[in-house]
């Protein structure tokens, strides 16, 4: 991992997601990082807190567009809508993200999250505004 894939990827809400850079698609647009859902996400049902699985989605969609844009911008969102699929359970997890187009004043954003043998548990969409990154490009 490169210092600007550790620094770009260092915050602390990321750390506490267990966030891992895996792969950018440039061609695509598509991130591909790799979480740890640690116990403390867990609910009393045995899975993941749905609020929780938004912040994976969330996460993953929006670093799509920071490395989209070459880490110049980060997305604002207006909106995110999630459906949860399958139950997500404490462990590895695989979060995709992409940009399906992007535009001077909004951006669209898709995210999936799957789990180690591939299944897909969660899915989620984002329409945001196009922002500079705090702290410039990194």
């Not at 750390?15 to 440039?26: A, E, K, T």
């Not at 110049?72 to 969102?77: I, K, S, T, V």
């Amino acid at each position: 991992m490169s210092d600007r894939t550790t620094h770009a990827l260092g915050a602390a809400h990321a750390d506490l997601m267990g966030v891992q850079f895996d792969s950018f698609d440039r061609e695509r647009e598509e991130i591909t990082l790799r979480f740890h859902a640690p116990d403390t996400f867990i609910t009393p049902r045995g899975s993941v807190q749905g609020g929780l699985v938004a912040g994976f989605l969330d996460e993953v969609m929006g670093w799509a567009h920071v490395w989209a844009t070459d880490h110049a911008e980060a997305p604002l969102n207006l909106d995110i809508s999630m459906s949860l699929l399958k139950p997500v359970m404490a462990g590895p997890l695989i979060g995709k993200g992409r940009v399906i187009r992007r535009g001077r004043k909004v951006i669209f954003l898709e995210g999936e999250l799957f789990d180690e043998a591939g299944k897909l548990l969660a899915r989620a969409t984002s329409t945001a505004i196009p922002t500079p990154r705090p702290g410039g490009a990194a």
